[in-house]
């Protein structure tokens, strides 16, 4: 019977979403194997919605060394809290944290490291199914020791509410008196204040029908204007019309929005496998044989240049 913890990433007391989404997938792994499922958060306490995902145990433990995040202090906290509890599995989210964390906990514990997984499955012992060669095929993994650091993609497993008894307990993290090498003295967002992608609730996203990268601002007005963030193909990635943190798709970031506008966007199959779990899908495209079609929940045969700047106008109207 497996015991699977979850680590819950925080910055700032604010939770990932793909926190929430490990837990759904560890509840429903464990409903099926038996074993229970833990959250552990290192300085916030996120009882109340770990327990809505399914967590049986809610470990925290707080310290001021977690105000900002270090690798060496918070490697060393996870570390120690798997030594004491002994999970089978650790999963954390393969953000930037979690993709410089999962590392240093493994190091630590000399077990098995999986990271950018998309897959778990549990029969006797684990499966681990991760994409390889830019995305161009998955392979499965079955790790050999008796604990492995899996690091999940944001959006790989579907957000479910299946409550656990979410029974609160404190762990001694055993970082005091720990002096980091390193310390962290300023830390900036990149994406100067917009939502990200892997955790916006709408997306709206452009491809190579927008002409140039000129016009990739009509894409960001009606982002702005909804709320949203701002996603793209990787056909405008690759010509350098904007950043790769803004590629969807299988080499890009998976998303799962409530809402995906693709504008200008035909629709290959790599792009599906980036968004195509949104839960309503609008199209942009002025071809109506485009690909994209086919998963839309909402199709608009048009000129994006028409459509665009007359929708975002009208989201302006709405909402003010
Ligand atoms: C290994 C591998 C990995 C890949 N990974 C990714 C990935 O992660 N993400 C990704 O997106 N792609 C990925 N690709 C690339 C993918 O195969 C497609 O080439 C790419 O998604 C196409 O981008 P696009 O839809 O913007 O461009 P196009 O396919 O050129 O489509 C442009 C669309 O815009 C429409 N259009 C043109 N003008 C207008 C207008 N005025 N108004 C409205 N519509 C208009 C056209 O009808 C067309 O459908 C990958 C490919 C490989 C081989």
Same mark, same amino acid.
């Given at each position: 019977? $497996?015991?699977?913890?979850?680590?819950?990433?925080?910055?700032?007391?604010?939770?990932?979403?793909?926190?929430?989404?490990?837990?759904?997938?560890?509840?429903?792994? *464990? #409903?099926?194997?038996?074993?229970?499922?833990?959250?552990?958060? =290192?300085?916030?306490?996120?009882?109340?919605?770990?327990?809505?995902?399914?967590?049986?145990?809610?470990?925290?433990?707080?310290? %001021?060394?977690? *105000?900002?995040?270090?690798?060496?202090?918070?490697?060393?906290?996870?570390?120690?809290?798997?030594?004491? !509890?002994?999970?089978?599995?650790? =999963?954390?989210?393969?953000?930037?944290? @979690?993709? /410089?964390?999962?590392?240093?906990?493994?190091?630590?514990?000399?077990?098995?490291?999986?990271?950018?997984?998309?897959?778990?499955?549990?029969?006797?012992?684990?499966?681990?199914?991760?994409?390889?060669?830019?995305?161009?095929?998955?392979? /499965?993994?079955?790790?050999?020791?008796?604990?492995?650091?899996?690091?999940?993609? $944001?959006?790989?497993?579907?957000?479910?509410?299946?409550?656990?008894?979410?029974?609160?307990?404190?762990? %001694?993290?055993?970082?005091?008196?720990?002096?980091?090498?390193?310390?962290? !003295?300023?830390?900036?967002?990149?994406?100067?204040?917009?939502?990200?992608?892997?955790?916006?609730?709408?997306?709206? +996203?452009?491809?190579?029908?927008?002409?140039?990268?000129?016009?990739?601002?009509?894409?960001?007005?009606?982002?702005?204007?909804? #709320?949203?963030?701002?996603?793209?193909?990787?056909?405008?990635?690759?010509? @350098?019309?904007?950043?790769? +943190?803004?590629?969807?798709?299988?080499?890009?970031? *998976?998303?799962?929005?409530?809402?995906?506008?693709?504008? @200008?966007?035909?629709?290959?199959?790599?792009? =599906?496998? @980036?968004?195509?779990?949104?839960?309503?899908?609008?199209?942009?495209?002025?071809?109506?044989?485009?690909?994209?079609?086919?998963?839309?929940?909402?199709?608009?045969?048009?000129?994006?240049?028409?459509?665009?700047?007359?929708?975002?106008?009208?989201?302006?109207?709405?909402? +003010?």
């Amino acid at each position: 019977m $497996p015991n699977i913890a979850v680590f819950i990433e925080q910055r700032g007391g604010r939770f990932k979403k793909v926190a929430w989404q490990m837990l759904s997938e560890a509840k429903r792994i *464990t #409903g099926a194997a038996g074993g229970e499922v833990w959250a552990v958060c =290192l300085g916030a306490d996120p009882s109340a919605e770990a327990a809505r995902y399914g967590a049986d145990k809610v470990f925290t433990a707080a310290d %001021d060394a977690f *105000t900002d995040y270090n690798s060496e202090l918070w490697g060393a906290a996870l570390a120690n809290f798997c030594t004491a !509890t002994k999970p089978d599995l650790l =999963l954390l989210g393969s953000t930037a944290m @979690g993709k /410089d964390l999962g590392p240093t906990v493994a190091a630590k514990l000399d077990c098995a490291c999986i990271s950018d997984a998309v897959g778990l499955t549990f029969a006797d012992g684990w499966t681990v199914r991760r994409p390889i060669f830019a995305g161009k095929c998955y392979i /499965d993994v079955e790790p050999q020791t008796p604990l492995a650091v899996v690091g999940i993609r $944001p959006n790989a497993f579907v957000l479910a509410e299946n409550p656990g008894a979410g029974t609160a307990e404190t762990f %001694d993290a055993g970082v005091a008196g720990l002096d980091p090498g390193a310390k962290v !003295t300023r830390s900036e967002a990149s994406a100067g204040g917009k939502v990200e992608l892997t955790e916006a609730e709408i997306i709206v +996203s452009g491809g190579r029908g927008i002409k140039g990268p000129e016009n990739y601002q009509l894409i960001e007005k009606l982002a702005d204007a909804l #709320g949203a963030a701002a996603g793209a193909s990787r056909a405008i990635v690759d010509a @350098g019309w904007v950043e790769y +943190s803004h590629q969807v798709g299988q080499t890009g970031k *998976t998303v799962a929005p409530n809402l995906y506008i693709a504008c @200008g966007i035909s629709g290959a199959i790599q792009h =599906l496998a @980036g968004m195509s779990s949104s839960k309503c899908i609008v199209a942009v495209n002025k071809d109506a044989n485009a690909p994209i079609f086919k998963v839309a929940d909402y199709g608009v045969v048009a000129d994006l240049f028409q459509v665009l700047p007359a929708l975002t106008e009208e989201v302006i109207r709405i909402r +003010s």
